[in-house]
Each structure stands twice: as structure tokens, then as C-alpha cells.
């Protein structure tokens, strides 16, 4: 007997075992029930119609307390067998309400109510199991996939997005430590940078960033699945960490200052000194800035800016105020984006490459 065949028989016989237990649990219980109302049934014949009033309602009050008893042993064992409260932890939580609802109903002596509930939390925790059981065959279907990667965020759950991702998958962590992938499952495949992918993959940054700090990872990657990303994730973990530490509550903000098409601004003293007018006003209210290629004799500034996002607003104003000064420039601001000049995640042939500007 190969061993896989000894842990399939020792893992059939333990559920055989287990279910013989439950079997004879419930039938001694049954035993009890009954001997308890044969000696209720005697007092009661004994005692006259006030003992068969007291006699009812002590069984309807036992039945209710074994109905909720069962209930809970239900609701126990379909967490353990599917994690319900990790796949459908609003189900589970429903039912957590209802259950003390139930109690509550016992306490005050509405047995009615709380049978009633009952029923309805069995139903509940059906399709709790239901639902956890697909989630877990999806979840395990994953594994094998190949994701494409956006972004690593501070965050330690499983979380999902939604369905905002490239050709419209669910975009959802893969958490590693107390760091995640966010990722959506994707064929191997070269990514064209035509722009409704350029488009899906930015909007998918600008959903996390309005709740986490992101690392961005180059456009288009791929990982053949999540085990290999897994790894990824634990040999660059002090370097992600390190990035996530650098750009917290940041976002990236550009300016590029450009010359009206009718301005001739040749004299190239004013120049940098209307260039380093304006660097300087705006490095006030940013953490760190790159310049960036200046591709035209109109562009005088081009830079991208480290800005903490309780500060974008203060960052927009001194933009307006700068505007104001110089009327001879345009000067065009795009953002937030994600700190692509500031970190920035490579996978190459040496694994996940992180690069940042200090």
C-alpha cells in the first residue's frame, strides 16, 4: 500500500469514526429528551392540568434550547470545515446577529420566535457553506494561474477590488508578511501598451492608492503564478518594505512648465531663474522631486513631485499662485499618480528588481 492510499484509508476511517460519534451523540440526546418528557408526562398526569400546562411549556422551552444547541453545533462545524468567516464574512456575520437574537428570544420566553430563527440561521449557514466551498475551489484554481502584477501595498489580508483590472478581471491581494501583491489573473502574455490597457492598469493604482501606499510595478508584468510570486514577494521583502516607508501617504504630482507659442523667451539667465523660482516655491510643499527630460525648446520645466496626500491641496495652490507669476508660462499639473519616479518594481532576471530615488 503506497502511503498516499494509507492517509486516503486512515483520513476515511477518522470520518467514518467521527460520524458514528455524532450519530450516537444525537441518539443519546434523543434517549434524554424522551426520558425527560415520560417524567414530565407522569408528573403532569399526577399533578392535574396545572402540571400539564408547566409540563408544555418546560418541553417547548427544552426543544427551543435543543433546536439553538443544534443550530450552533451546525453553524460550528461548517467554520471549520470551509472558514465561512473568511470567504463570506457578511453571511457569517448575520448569522453571529441572528444567533444572539435567538438567545435573546429564549431569555424572554418566546420560544416561537427563537425556533423560527433557527431555521432561518440553518438556512443561512448553507449557503455560507456553499459560497466558502466555491471560493475555496476559485481560490485554489488561482494558485495555478498566471497574474498580472500592479502594485505592492503595506496590507496583510486577502482583499479583492472588484472586477477593475486588465480585460476586466478581479484585481485582489496576495498577501506575504505584513506586505501584498495586488494582482488580477492573467494569461502569460505580452501586454501592448495601447491605452485602454494603460488606462485599466493607472485605474487600478488610483483605486488602491485611495486606501493603501503603493509601490507601482512596470506596466504589462506577469508572473506564471502565485507561487512564484510568493517568492518574489519573500526575497525582495526588506526592499518593498523599505519603498513602502519611503512614499507613505504619498502620491507623485508632475508639472511641466511650457512656453506660450507666441513668447520668444530666449535669454537663458531668466530662464533658470524663473525655473529655479518655481522648483523652489514647489519643493516647499513636497517631500522629494525628479526632473525630467526637457524634449522641446518651449518645455522649461518638466518634474515630478513626492507630495503627502494631506498636502495635494496646499501643492494645487502654490501651482495656481505660480501660474499667476509667470503668465508667460502654461504650466500643465496631472496627478495623483503612483510614485512610479520616486519606487518603482522591475521583475528581471535577478527576480523582483526595486529601484528608488532618495
Keep these: 500500500m503506497t502511503k498516499k492510499k494509507y492517509e486516503d484509508l486512515r483520513k476515511k476511517r477518522f470520518k467514518q469514526r ?9 441518539r443519546i440526546r434523543e434517549q434524554n429528551l424522551l426520558l425527560k418528557q415520560r417524567k414530565w408526562a407522569e408528573a403532569a398526569r399526577r399533578k392535574g392540568i396545572k402540571a400539564q400546562l408547566l409540563w408544555e411549556k418546560r418541553l417547548e422551552q427544552e426543544k427551543t434550547r435543543e433546536e439553538i444547541r443544534n443550530v450552533r453545533m451546525v453553524v460550528e462545524e461548517i467554520e471549520e470545515k470551509t472558514k465561512a468567516s473568511l470567504y463570506v464574512p457578511e453571511i457569517k456575520k448575520k448569522i453571529n446577529e441572528m444567533l444572539e437574537e435567538a438567545d435573546k428570544s429564549f431569555d424572554l420566553a418566546e420560544y416561537d420566535k427563537a425556533i423560527k430563527l433557527s431555521l432561518e440561521i440553518k438556512e443561512l449557514a448553507e449557503k455560507a457553506r456553499l459560497e466558502a466551498s466555491r471560493a475555496e475551489e476559485k481560490r485554489k484554481r488561482r494558485k495555478e494561474e498566471a497574474k498580472y502584477f500592479y ?20 484585481v485582489y491581494t ?19 501598451l495601447t491605452e485602454d490597457n494603460t488606462r485599466r492598469h493607472e485605474a487600478v ?6 486606501e493603501h501606499t503603493v509601490v507601482p510595478v ?15 514577494l519573500r526575497k525582495a521583502y526588506d526592499p518593498a518594505r523599505e519603498c513602502l516607508k519611503l512614499v507613505d501617504s504619498m502620491v507623485e504630482l508632475g508639472v511641466k512648465g511650457v512656453l506660450d507659442k507666441d513668447i520668444v523667451f530666449v535669454d537663458h539667465e531668466k530662464r533658470k531663474e524663473c525655473v529655479s523660482d518655481i522648483l523652489g516655491s514647489l519643493n516647499t510643499r513636497a517631500k522629494q522631486a525628479v526632473m ?17 496626500k494631506e498636502g495635494m491641496n496646499a501643492f494645487s495652490n502654490e501651482v495656481t499662485n505660480l501660474q499667476e507669476k509667470y503668465p508667460v508660462l502654461k504650466l500643465l499639473y496631472s496627478g495623483p499618480w503612483a510614485p512610479y519616479n520616486f519606487v518603482y518594481i522591475k521583475i528581471g532576471a535577478e527576480g523582483m528588481e526595486i529601484s528608488k530615488n532618495r
Design 205 to 210: 493604482l488610483r483605486q488602491v492608492m485611495e
Design 151 to 170: 502594485c505592492v501595498i503595506p496590507f496583510s489580508k486577502e482583499k479583492s477590488f472588484g472586477n477593475i483590472g486588465v480585460k476586466n478581471g478581479e
Design 18 to 26: 467521527e460520524e458514528r460519534l455524532k450519530r450516537e451523540r444525537e
Design 174 to 192: 496576495i498577501p506575504y508578511r505584513d506586505i501584498a501583491a495586488v494582482v488580477s489573473d492573467s494569461p502569460m502574455k505580452d501586454y501592448e
Design 218 to 232: 512596470e506596466f504589462g508584468t506577469t508572473i506564471k503564478n502565485e507561487r512564484i510570486l510568493r517568492r518574489l
Design 292 to 308: 525630467g527630460d526637457l524634449f522641446s525648446d518651449r518645455l522649461l520645466l518638466n518634474a515630478s513631485f513626492l507630495v503627502d
